[in-house]
């Protein structure tokens, strides 16, 4: 077992930094238009959630207020994010996408999709039916363990 978890430790490692050197960059000559890690995963909750609050976004990711506060702001500037009155009547206001922002985040999203298919076209449906639900299952389980899951939506 302690190998195995060794094993883990090490792909998810290796998974994280693939992702972070930005895997299926875009290829030279093409404009990269593509979204912050930060950006991403902001506009990707706020999608599937609605408007949240700083603090909401910040008890969501596990972050102190001031550093989504700095990470809102650059999109905000960006005109990705609007401040809005809580709809619910609430003293804080509250961060929505807007449409500037769903339409990049879709962009940015379906170029993930694409690079994913062009990394896995040699997979087959059942392997890769495996690692979705292999993946969402250790996600539900982070999750679980943090007491923040995350919206899956539709």
């Known amino acids: 077992m302690r190998k195995d978890l060794s094993r883990i430790e090490r792909e998810l490692m290796l998974l994280g930094r693939h992702t972070a050197m930005g895997a299926g960059r875009c290829r030279p000559g093409e404009l990269d238009l593509r979204l912050e890690r930060s950006a991403y995963l902001l506009l990707s909750r ?3 959630q609605g408007p949240m609050s700083i603090g909401q ?3 969501a990711f596990g ?3 001031s550093t989504v506060n700095r990470q809102t702001g650059a999109v905000l500037r960006a005109g990705l994010l609007e401040r809005i009155p809580d709809p619910e009547g609430g003293m804080a206001r509250k961060l929505r996408v807007t449409e500037e922002g769903l339409r990049r985040l879709r962009l940015d999203r379906e170029e993930r999709v694409r690079g994913l ?3 896995l076209d040699h997979w087959s449906a059942a392997e890769l039916s495996t690692l979705a639900e292999v993946l969402a299952r250790f996600n539900a389980t982070v999750e679980a ?3 923040e899951p995350w919206p899956r939506g539709t």
Do not use: F
């Open 117 to 119: 298919g062009g990394l």
């Open 46 to 48: 706020l999608e599937t």
């Open 63 to 65: 972050l102190d207020c």
């Open 57 to 59: 976004l910040a008890d």
């Open 145 to 147: 363990q943090d007491g």
